[in-house]
Nanobody, 126 residues
Framework: QVQLVESGGGLVQPGGSLRLSCVAS????????MGWFGKAPGKGGEFVAP????????YYAEFVKGRFTISRDNAKNTVYLQMNSLKPEDTAVYYC???????????????????WGQGTQVTVSS
């Protein structure tokens, strides 16, 4: 069993920044690929960025490339999402997810992830 707890969301003006954190507990975390996903109002969930177990490979959705950065600190069992140059269309609930024992596998498919956090709301508005 894995527990994931996100934090760092909030209300920010367009052009601002936020850093989301996701702390994992409950089992060995370091062999798991992790990902961030977003669910905007009235839309289905979509991937934002996954990261491999050592953090050596990442991938980004087109709409966040150059603005968001995913990273992880395995010593702290934490994965981060640095969000810069935020836009109103980034408004969503952001979830982190664990793809258990995925090691170096990167996947953007929601169904590949085994555990999910409760989500943290990000609202970008003036």
């Amino acid at each position: 069993q894995v527990q994931l707890v996100e934090s760092g969301g909030g209300l920010v003006q367009p052009g601002g920044s936020l850093r989301l954190s996701c702390v994992a507990s409950g089992r060995t975390y370091s062999k798991d690929a992790m990902g961030w996903f977003g669910k905007a109002p009235g839309k289905g969930g979509e991937f934002v960025a996954p990261i491999t177990w050592r953090g050596s490979r990442t991938y980004y959705a087109e709409f966040v490339k150059g603005r968001f950065t995913i990273s992880r600190d395995n010593a702290k069992n934490t994965v981060y999402l640095q969000m810069n140059s935020l836009k109103p269309e980034d408004t969503a609930v952001y979830y982190c997810a664990a793809n258990i024992d995925a090691y170096g596998v990167l996947t953007t498919s929601l169904s590949a992830y085994d555990y999910w956090g409760q989500g943290t709301q990000v609202t970008v508005s003036s």
